[in-house]
């Protein structure tokens, strides 16, 4: 017989696997269209290229483009003007490329091109991403005690509301700060420091990184011609790290609030064998107490002399010892 807990299990992996079809199906919905007119106009400029250069070898352009296709993806521009030969692996850059993999958000601009750097990748990975995100718990932890348990108390003294009204009536507002705080208004600030984002760019870009997607179509600092770009790029590692930390403060808050926990355990496998364990264990332990107790009870008392027994005097037949 299957099991309650199995049941909901497979329920839940099913409606995954259709969640994930749903999205494949729209977005190609939405984005081929636009994917066959971009390659039209690619079709028509090559062909209007070439047309008004005949002496050119198509075998050559394209070969050329190709070469400076893969040199783009390594972070190296082909183009002749100053920007194109900016590093891309001085330290600020590398920096921002060490904390957006610890963080797993991975924009994938620039990556590692020699095989020294890709392995030592791996290894600071390894160790990098669990330190990362244990930090970035306990931090949503403490934010969590500071912004949520501290003032449900505070007010709970003074005003005598219940903690579950408090909660239902504190997380709205927390979830709407953070959403200020680290989508909206960063977005009005990437806005205006990024040359061609619009708004809606950023508030995507925004949420593409805190949640650590990282697509990578948005990135940056890439720009040319900004304005203090070491400090741009530290000043965004910051706002990341601190981001996330807001977000998981975010999620933590929702899931207590609607007790996640326990609808969780409908889909674990073995719950109901956990939980029976763990009510019976406190009986167990205290038969073990009691009978250990009444062990040691029974020894000191074998070992206490006589003359000192708590025992009541005893009588031999009718005599009494006085």
């Not at 999205?23 to 390659?39: A, I, K, N, Y």
Request: net charge negative; proline share 5%.
């Amino acid at each position: 017989m299957v099991n309650r807990h199995s049941f909901y299990y497979c329920l839940l992996l099913t409606f995954y696997v259709l969640y994930l079809i749903f999205g494949g199906l729209v977005f190609s919905t939405l984005e081929q269209p636009h994917e066959e007119d971009l390659r039209v106009k690619v079709e028509n400029m090559w062909n209007d290229f070439l047309a008004a250069h005949p002496c050119l070898s198509e075998q050559k352009l394209e070969d050329f483009l190709r070469k400076a296709m893969v040199a783009k993806s390594f972070g190296v521009s082909a183009l002749r003007n100053v920007s194109g030969y900016e590093n891309r692996w001085d330290f600020v850059s590398s920096l921002f490329f060490a904390g957006t993999t610890l963080t797993t958000i991975g924009y994938g601009h620039p990556f590692p091109i020699s095989w020294a750097g890709k392995l030592f990748c791996l290894m600071y990975s390894m160790i990098g991403i669990p330190l990362t995100f244990s930090i970035l718990s306990i931090t949503a932890r403490n934010m969590l005690i500071l912004f949520r348990d501290k003032p449900i108390h505070n007010i709970r003294i003074y005003f005598r509301v219940s903690k579950k009204r408090l909660e239902w009536i504190h997380a709205p507002i927390l979830i709407t700060l953070i959403l200020a705080m680290f989508f909206l208004v960063p977005a009005v600030i990437f806005d205006l420091v990024e040359g061609n984002w619009e708004y809606l760019d950023a508030v995507y870009f925004c949420f593409i990184s805190l949640t650590t997607v990282g697509l990578g179509d948005y990135v940056p600092g890439e720009q040319s011609g900004q304005q203090m770009p070491v400090l741009y790029k530290v000043m965004v590692i910051g706002y990341l790290l601190v981001g996330l930390a807001a977000v998981l403060l975010a999620v933590e808050t929702t899931k207590s609030l609607l007790n996640c926990d326990r609808l969780f355990n409908l889909f674990l496998l073995g719950c109901e064998d956990v939980r029976r364990d763990e009510e019976a264990d406190p009986v167990l332990t205290n038969d073990l107490e009691d009978s250990f107790v009444q062990r040691h009870d029974e020894t000191t008392r074998r070992r206490v002399p006589h003359s000192l027994s708590p025992t009541p005097e005893k009588f031999y037949g009718t005599i009494s010892p006085s």
